[in-house]
T-cell receptor
Framework: DTGVSQDPRHKITKRGQNVTFRCDPISEHNRLYWYRQTLGQGPEFLTYFQNEAQLEKSRLLSDRFSAERPKGSFSTLEIQRTEQGDSAMYLC?????????????FGPGTRLTVL | GQSLEQPSEVTAVEGAIVQINCTYQTSGFYGLSWYQQHDGGAPTFLSYNALDGLEETGRFSSFLSRSDSYGYLLLQELQMKDSASYFCAVSRTDKLIFGTGTRLQVFP
C-alpha cells in the first residue's frame, strides 16, 4: 500500500451538475477525513468517519454535500447541484485512530472546477 | 470561534535557521501539529506537541506554550527543498483545524 489515493485528480463540471469523488485510505486506517482547501488557505475540515460511522460533520457543510463510507474502507464525497463557490481542492486523509494522537496521511486531492 | 494565525510569508537563505510562529485563539485542544505542503502536493506531517515544550525531529523542532497560546516551528540548515507552505493545526476531537499557512521561500 503506497498511501491514500483519490479519484479523479481533476474534475471540471458545469454549475448545477452533481459530482462524486472517491478516496481509498491506507488499508489499516480506520479513520477517514475529508477537507476542502482553496488557494492560499489551509485545509478546512468537512467530515470524518471511524470505520463506517460518520462521527462529525462541519456546520459549514451544506445539505448539498454528502459523504459515505459504506464498508469502512473507501469513501465517497458527493456534491449535488454544484456552485462556483464549490471550486476547491478536496483532500482526503486517514489515520489509525485510537486514544492517542495519530498523524493524518493526506491523499493528493481532487481539484474541482465549477464553470 | 477558533483561529490560528501565522505570518503569510517568510524568506531565508540556504543553511540558515527560520522560525515560523503560530498564535491561536482556541481552547480544549489535544495538541499542536505542523504540516508541510509543496505546491500542488498533499500536506505531510512534520511534528506534534501534546505538551508544552520543545519537540525535535531531525532538522525540524516544534514548540508549544499553552499559557501563551503560542507555538512555533523551527527549521535548521535550510535546504532549497524546504521551500513550501507550512501549516500549524490544532487537534480538536479527531479533526484538525488548520492555521492560515506560511509560505517559506529559500534562496541560494
Amino acid at each position: 500500500d503506497t498511501g491514500v489515493s483519490q479519484d479523479p485528480r481533476h474534475k471540471i463540471t458545469k454549475r448545477g451538475q452533481n459530482v462524486t469523488f472517491r478516496c481509498d485510505p491506507i488499508s489499516e486506517h480506520n479513520r477517514l477525513y475529508w477537507y476542502r482547501q482553496t488557494l492560499g488557505q489551509g485545509p478546512e475540515f468537512l467530515t470524518y468517519f471511524q470505520n463506517e460511522a460518520q462521527l462529525e460533520k462541519s456546520r459549514l457543510l451544506s445539505d448539498r454535500f454528502s459523504a459515505e463510507r459504506p464498508k469502512g474502507s473507501f469513501s465517497t464525497l458527493e456534491i449535488q447541484r454544484t456552485e462556483q463557490g464549490d471550486s476547491a481542492m478536496y483532500l482526503c486523509a486517514s489515520s489509525i485512530g485510537g486514544n492517542s494522537y495519530n498523524e493524518q496521511f493526506f491523499g493528493p486531492g481532487t481539484r474541482l472546477t465549477v464553470l | 470561534g477558533q483561529s490560528l494565525e501565522q505570518p503569510s510569508e517568510v524568506t531565508a537563505v540556504e543553511g540558515a535557521i527560520v522560525q515560523i510562529n503560530c498564535t491561536y485563539q482556541t481552547s480544549g485542544f489535544y495538541g499542536l501539529s505542523w504540516y508541510q505542503q509543496h505546491d500542488g502536493g498533499a500536506p505531510t506531517f512534520l511534528s506534534y506537541n501534546a505538551l508544552d515544550g520543545l519537540e525535535e525531529t531531525g532538522r525540524f523542532s516544534s514548540f508549544l506554550s499553552r499559557s501563551d497560546s503560542y507555538g512555533y516551528l523551527l527549521l535548521q540548515e535550510l535546504q532549497m527543498k524546504d521551500s513550501a507552505s507550512y501549516f500549524c493545526a490544532v487537534s480538536r476531537t479527531d479533526k484538525l483545524i488548520f492555521g492560515t499557512g506560511t509560505r517559506l521561500q529559500v534562496f541560494p
